[in-house]
């Protein structure tokens, strides 16, 4: 029996450029940061001679995040034109507790946002993409 999500993975092509993104611009702490390889990992991944480097960020719930970034095999990029109506996985969301403060931060540093914020019923929201073009949304209830 399922009870509950663990965690996240996401691709990312340049493990600094999202680290600067995750962690100094959404504010996530790294937890680990690891480099693995060989035939369990290729294994577990379905992938022959795999070398990924790993990072955890833990959000102020605890929740964490990974990002993988593969040196081996060679990735591909995500779809730039990948749309919310696409099959897969759609968007990650994030609660954060003040979503205007962090939209104009994220703005400054030049983020791109599909829209200006909405209140949706008492819930502020807004979405955005990684800097590997991962939809993401930020979300704060209760206002």
Same mark, same amino acid.
């Given at each position: 029996?399922?009870?509950?999500?663990?965690?996240?993975?996401?691709?990312?092509? /340049? @493990? %600094?450029?999202?680290?600067?993104?995750?962690? =100094?611009?959404? &504010? *996530?702490?790294?937890?680990? /940061? @690891? %480099?693995?390889?060989?035939?369990?990992?290729? =294994?577990?991944? &379905? *992938?022959?001679?795999?070398?990924?480097?790993?990072?955890?960020?833990?959000?102020?719930?605890?929740?964490?995040?990974?990002?993988?970034?593969?040196?081996?095999?060679?990735?591909?990029?995500?779809?730039?034109?990948?749309?919310?109506?696409?099959?897969?996985?759609?968007?990650?969301?994030?609660?954060?507790?003040?979503?205007?403060?962090?939209?104009?931060?994220?703005?400054?540093?030049?983020?791109?946002?599909?829209?200006?914020?909405?209140?949706?019923?008492?819930?502020?929201?807004?979405?955005?993409?990684?800097?590997?073009?991962?939809?993401?949304?930020?979300?704060?209830?209760?206002?």
């Amino acid at each position: 029996m399922i009870q509950g999500i663990h965690h996240p993975g996401i691709g990312v092509r /340049d @493990m %600094e450029t999202s680290l600067r993104f995750y962690r =100094d611009l959404l &504010g *996530l702490t790294v937890t680990a /940061d @690891m %480099e693995l390889e060989g035939p369990v990992l290729d =294994d577990i991944v &379905g *992938l022959k001679e795999a070398k990924v480097r790993i990072v955890h960020l833990k959000c102020l719930d605890n929740q964490e995040v990974e990002l993988f970034e593969y040196s081996k095999p060679a990735s591909s990029a995500f779809p730039k034109d990948y749309r919310q109506c696409d099959g897969g996985i759609i968007h990650v969301a994030f609660r954060v507790d003040n979503l205007m403060e962090l939209y104009q931060k994220l703005k400054e540093n030049g983020v791109k946002f599909n829209s200006t914020p909405y209140d949706l019923g008492g819930t502020l929201c807004v979405y955005l993409r990684d800097p590997d073009g991962i939809m993401l949304e930020l979300l704060q209830p209760g206002v």
